[in-house]
């Protein structure tokens, strides 16, 4: 816990975003509409690619070795009420921020809100909010981003949404909203009882480890904090404002939402769970370990019944992110590791699919898979990258996707065998319907109005590249990202295994024998 | 030299990342040469590896070249490294060669296509990641090429998009294999739990360490993904619908390479696979089954595509009896002997249908010996060497097999003659319907109005689809050699030896054996070519020789279209409407409309509601941070 560096890295990341959200949102009407508009799309820009810049940063400083929280910010802020701001980044975290760096300013570029004032400054403080959930290592602070974000969603969803966009919005906001209530109980009730037993009154998530908490206390405060994860990702079966949010926001939204947000629930689970309430985590693991089978199944099942192409997407989000908590209540190595790439995966392909999805929008007006064909004769590059991502969803080894998939079903097979066989039936079921999709827009002769669709300018191909470049070098050579991983979740999954006295299984750590190495 | 093994799958990569970036420009022909360059120089490695192995002693000719580590997590140590030893390097050079002929002969065939780079594109990524498959050091590696080569043929075999049948062909071909993969994954992750890698040598080395029953399993799982790729009972059918895709392709990927990788799995794992009889019984058993009923539905197919499909069905199943007998060098040799006379065959039906605008009905040839000589003679050899007429290869490498089999597994070995005469049967049916008999052809180049001057004749094909089939036939004849005891110290294929061990069944055998073993294969080729040929030199008709259960392929397709396809689409769609609208979102609005009527007075303000709350909280949190950032700073 040492203070690495002068400079608090974490704390400009996060208010970076959150003070070009104030700026922008104070960019004067007066100066004309054009001029506005171009101050608005230059400062968003310019934010969001300083953040891009400052994660990379971070990255590039983040040396592989042992897996504790580095570049710490901790400045205690209300003493009397035990909550500080603490900042800090590991293994778990790192890539999921640089994932959300990279996002931001390629959402902005991809839609046509980018010049649009409140837009702008809704996405900037939905960044602020997502780096620093990422971040926040005091469980008030980091309930205070993770509600911030709902806000800016909602009124992305209202105001530049489609279809039943208010209905999804409510729909979201309060669901969303319902779960936080059980977590911020949690949160409360975690420090109280810390208080009780120590007589200091704090949130600091390194300090309420050492809680002593009984197994039934351990499951009710499990079940509070995971309520709100398991909405936020969304688990089965907590999943049904998922479709509609993502089908009914404008493009940003759905890649922010799908991409970014929704590793806050898993991301949630794996940092405070697992650290603050591992009795609960080892004796309910078979639940949730059932629950994430269920989700890749079922979201895989309903998918191929699917039409509506957001919708489609939507579903296979809930598919892929059973494999999150599947590889985190695997509770190996491998399982958790997986869990991790796999999260920070997710994101670069759905948003992705998302981002292609809206510019088919954008040609020929409908979202419907069964009212489009034969678009990959007008538009090679578009069906191109379409297919790339695809591939990556389905798993295909060499692309990302499968990387996350495999280890999170090796790491599982060998702690909890018969639900990784189970899930493995899983990955038939994503080349289902995402060829299903393919087929039915992309393949046969197009029809006039198709034929005439124009393929992506260099400005699209552009702006979706990065996430080309980076879905091909994490599925050739994932090492790097790996070796900065492994590390923190090792030091996870010994810390739950000391809690509850459980052995991992010997092949995962590499200490059988019979590994002959 | 043998140390840039690696470059043999990097030259196609090469030529991949070409042809994507530069593919439009290049254009027709230079994408294809460009795309058969790169092939021809992975061949030339192969040759040179092959020359440096065999310059070693024979327990030295086997290597591993680690190239990269790719997934170290915990216990879990994978690398991109290759394995070169006389297996993969067989398998190296017999894919290399036959792909760079069949990338040549595409240059013509695929000219004046409108995506004709992209088809370069595809193949050339196809041959890399079939090198990535035979060369992978480990499991996991061999998965990649694995997966690699499935969606080449997901692509390839959907070519021609703008048709419907294409682009389900490509889709089923996929799911297909997916489906199979299944057992591949769920196979290294017990071999991961049992041992700790995932490492050819690695595993072999701790075959002790594995209990019985596992042993049985991974093995049966590895042919249950062995049985996707290679198309053997019950996941078949997808090879049939494949030759939706353009002729090369079918060639290439569907008879000579790809398909073959099941078989090629098997035999790598045989350190593994010969300590679990159970496990060779059903190999055996699935092959020679497999082998036998695909022969029967070959027998009432009308596309000749479609014949040469199930006939590679049935020859595959073949390869399986051998490896589930232990014979391994067996499969192998007929494995390459295959490749030699189906590619010359499909080359040969391509030139055909090439020939005659895109036809590929049976029934609408004929007498074309006149008319393609050159494609007539070539095809004569793939023909005699498949029906098993010696001294052409297809007779020594069947005979290998079926040797082996009489030693092992009797039954097996009746089916196993059964199926060579239905082969030498409806090969001659084929050759018979397209060679002999009258122009039937006549009445659809008619109706194609084969204008431009042209007398509305079948054309021969271009030198560079000439050149392929050519050595394919000379290769088709000349491919027993590489069984012939050259020297009493080496046979060509006796250098599998030291990766198979001494497990082969027919050296039990005493010489007498051997020959009338001989002599009856023999026989039973004959006779099938005897009978088939009169019958369908005559007559092109013989509706009681063609059986709709036959056509239909013993109706599989409906079959399994209404126990798996329709119930799962069934279940899909209760699942969407019923389950996730009514049940789950059900309650979901359910307790929102409760709480709503608990909250009556809410429901005054209930359209600002949630903006104002949403408002208050942005507002509460922006003076919070603004609060906490000055107090982080002080």
Partial sequence: MTHDTAFPFLTVLVLLPAVAAVVVAAVPARLGASVQRRVVEAVGLGATLATLALAITITVRYQ??????????????APQLGISWYLGVDGISLFLILMAALLFPLVL??????????????????????????????LVLFFLFFEVTLVPVYFLMTGWGSGRRNYSAVKFFLYTFLGSAFLLVGIVAVAFVHEHQTGTLTFDLVALESTRL??????????????????KAPVFPFHTWSPDAYADAPTSGSVVLAAVMAKMGTYGIIRFDLSLFPRAVVDLAPLLLSLGVAGILYGGIVACATRDLKRLVAYSSLSHLGFVVLGTFALTTQGLTGGVVQMVNHGLIIA????????????????NASALRGLQRPAPILAGIFTLAMMAAVGLP??????????????????????????????????????WAYQQVFRHEPDPETAAVKDLSWREVAVVAPLVLVIIFLGVYPKPVLDRITPSVQRLVQQVDRATGTQAPAVSTGTTSAAGR | MIHVAYVMFLLPLAGFAVLALFGRRLGDPWAGWVATATITGSFVLACITMAGLLGRPAAGRSFTQVLFTWLPVGGLHVNVALLVDPLSMTMALFVTGVSALIHLYSIGYMKGDEDYPKFFLYLNLFVASMLILVL?????????????VGVCSYWLVAFWFGRDTAASAGKKAFLYNRLADVGFLIAMFLVFDKTGTLDYSGIFAHVSAIDPAARTAICLLLFAAAAGKSAQIPLFPWLADAMEGPTPVSALIHAATMVTAGVYL?????????????????????????????????????????????????????????????????????????????????????????????EQDLKRMGNLRKWMPLTFATFIFGWLAIAGIPPLAGFWAKGDILDNAWARFPVLWGLGLLTAALTAYYMTRLSALAFWGDDRWRAVLAKHGHGQGD????????????????????????????????????????WLAPVFGARLYDAHLSGATEWVLGVVDAVVALTGVGVAFPLWRSRPDRPALEPRVLQRSYFLDDLYDAVVGRPGQALADFSATVVDNRIIDGAVNGVGRLARQVGSGVRKVQTGFVRQYALGIVLGAVVLLVFMATRAWA
């Fill in chain 1, 64 to 77: 592989a070795g042992n897996g504790g929280f580095r570049l710490i910010s901790d400045h205690m802020w």
């Fill in chain 2, 136 to 148: 992978g050091d480990n499991l996991l590696f061999t998965f990649v090429g694995w997966e690699g």
């Fill in chain 1, 398 to 435: 060499g692309l990302n996707g499968f990387v996350g998939e495999f280890l999170v079903l090796i790491g599982t097979f060998v702690s909890h065998r018969w639900w990784a066989v189970v899930a493995t039936a899983g990955v038939v079921l994503a080349a289902l319907y995402l060829l």
């Fill in chain 1, 214 to 231: 009984g197994t039934a206390s351990q499951i009710l405060l499990f079940l509070a904090f995971t309520a709100a994860f398991a909405v």
């Fill in chain 1, 109 to 138: 570029l991809a839609g046509d809100l980018r010049d649009n004032r409140s837009a702008v400054a809704w996405l900037l403080l939905l960044e602020a909010g997502c780096l620093g959930s990422f971040v926040a290592l005091d």
């Fill in chain 2, 266 to 358: 098997m035999c790598r794992m045989n350190p593994l696979l010969a300590t679990s009889h159970p496990a060779q019984w059903v190999v055996a058993g699935v092959g020679a089954a497999t082998a036998f009923v695909a022969a029967t539905i070959g027998c009432a197919q009308q596309d000749i595509k479609k014949v040469l499909a199930y006939s590679t069905v049935s020859q595959l199943g073949y390869m399986f009896l051998a490896v589930g007998t232990g014979a391994y060098e067996a499969a192998i040799f007929l494995m390459v002997a295959h490749a030699f006379f189906k590619a010359e065959l499909f080359l040969g039906a391509g030139s055909v249908i090439h020939g005659l605008d895109d």
């Fill in chain 2, 455 to 494: 007398t509305g004749r079948p054309h021969e094909a271009p030198w560079v689809m000439a050149v392929p089939l050519v050595v394919l036939a000379v290769l088709a004849f000349f491919g027993g050699a590489l069984l012939l005891p050259w020297h009493p110290s080496w046979t060509p294929l006796g």
């Fill in chain 1, 352 to 367: 992705v699919l998302f981002i292609v999805i809206g510019w088919i929008y954008e040609r020929r007006g409908t979202w």
